[in-house]
């Protein structure tokens, strides 16, 4: 399971989210097995990361995440991994960037999920807005992979 992770040493909730990751043996117990931690280089996501959605695809294990939180802004970052613990990211910059000026999503790209139709086109849906989290908008994009890894299709 990934889940995010809410700040708690610094008291400000904005800031520090990261992910989480745990795994059951039985249907009762949790037990955490690792963390995804922002990248303090990359500036889309140094302040947090959060609303994790992994799928798996030619044997790689993919997490799609929302680099900062909401409106910060926010943008969708991706990573991959082998086992599902250990990330790579694919990418310093945002996979799916917020929009330019006056754009519906100019202040947020974010809390991404993943849907394949019955034509096996994958698509990436997300949440934005232009205006600071007044209104909130639904969209999705298609995306295709190359191997194992994903990009958007034009």
Not at 8 to 36: Q, S
Not at 69 to 84: C, D, F, K, R, W
Not at 107 to 125: I, K, N, Q
Request: with cysteine.
């Amino acid at each position: 399971m990934y889940y995010s992770i809410p700040p708690w040493a610094d008291g400000c909730p904005n800031d520090g989210w990261a992910i989480g990751i745990a795994e059951r043996r039985d249907l009762k117990a949790w037990i955490r097995v690792g963390e995804v931690l922002p990248d303090p280089s990359a500036s889309y996501e140094r302040k947090g990361i959060c609303a994790p959605y992994v799928r798996v695809v030619n044997g790689s294990v993919h997490l799609f995440y929302a680099g900062a939180y909401n409106n910060a802004p926010q943008q969708i970052g991706v990573a991959q991994s082998t086992n599902g613990v250990k990330w790579t990211r694919v990418s310093e910059h945002p996979f799916l960037p917020v929009g330019r000026p006056g754009e519906w999503n100019s202040s947020e790209s974010g809390h991404p999920g993943a849907f394949v139709d019955t034509g096996g086109r994958t698509y990436l849906f997300y949440q934005g807005n232009s205006d600071n989290g007044k209104t909130w908008y639904l969209s999705m994009t298609p995306i295709g992979w190359r191997g194992a890894e994903p990009f958007i299709l034009q």
